[in-house]
């Protein structure tokens, strides 16, 4: 018998300030609420105190933004798909905003040990005038640990609903899929960040986003395993593949700081989490 985890969070604004509300059952809970820009922006930290899951598991996430709500959520530490002999280990989240609500979901790492059968699924639905960042990154064990991914599989699905859907299966002994330059090429880290909007982008915004993405990319290490596309009207997606998570998370982090500026006005301002 596995854990199953449920979180439940809902953002409106009230009297001028962004306020979240929650309900949880077992062990997937909101650590810490912060306001380090102020009233408008509520962060939230999630943390699963069990620290990874096996086989069985599963932690469904809800987040709900009502209209004219900012939040922005993270992890203080890398999601963990350990070995598991029998059921998947399932992570559901699934994200509401309604009309002008913003939202920020930017979790730690998903590591997937040896061994492990693991599903993450994130599915997005957004309102007119919705627009929220988010990101996925996942490494193919801890090769820098001398863990490497040897056994097991993955099923990554990403879904903004009628507009883009990435769904696909690694398993650990594709090794056509895993080391050939069509495929991920021996990299051990895949990264996923995007931006998304309940209406289509406005061209000037989009060529905004388009331009400081690249600039990032340009000047970093990783410029020539990361692209970026319009997967839709309403949505830009931008792409890595690395050796670890430390320079994809580097460059996903610069681009998510200038997006943010751009699409929204709002500062350079980490979690404080990330700092500790």
């Known amino acids: 018998m596995g854990w199953h985890a449920n979180l439940s969070l809902q953002y409106a604004v009230e009297a001028g300030r962004c306020v979240a509300r929650f309900s949880h059952n077992g062990p997937l809970r909101v650590l810490k609420t912060l306001y380090p820009e102020g009233d408008q922006v509520c962060h939230n930290v999630l943390v699963h105190p069990p620290g990874g899951l096996v086989g069985g598991d599963t932690l469904d996430i809800q987040v709900h933004v009502n209209s004219g709500a900012h939040a922005l959520i993270t992890t203080p530490g890398a999601a963990r798909f350990y070995r598991s002999d029998g059921e998947p280990a399932l992570q559901r989240t699934a994200l509401h905003l309604e009309p002008d609500a913003c939202l920020e979901w930017l979790p730690l790492e998903a590591i997937l040990y ?129 050796p670890g998570v430390e320079p994809a998370m580097g460059l996903l982090r610069q681009v998510w700081l200038a997006w943010r500026g751009l699409a929204w006005g709002k500062p350079a301002v980490m979690p404080r989490i990330w700092a500790t």
């Open 114 to 242: 040896t061994g492990c059968k693991a599903e993450n699924r994130l599915t997005a639905e957004l309102a007119d005038g919705a627009q929220m960042i988010g990101w996925d990154v996942t490494s193919l064990g801890l090769p820098s640990a001398g863990l490497p991914f040897l056994a097991g599989s993955f099923l990554q699905h990403l879904e903004l609903v009628d507009q883009w859907l990435e769904r696909g299966r690694i398993a650990a002994d594709d090794h056509l899929l895993l080391t050939s330059p069509l495929g991920l090429g021996g990299q051990t880290c895949i990264a996923t960040l995007f931006f998304a909007c309940g209406n289509a982008l406005e061209r000037k915004l989009r060529d905004a986003l388009f331009d400081a993405a690249r600039v990032c990319m340009d000047a970093h290490p990783l410029k020539a395993q990361a692209g970026i596309t319009s997967a839709g009207p309403r949505v830009l997606v931008l792409r890595v593949l690395s």
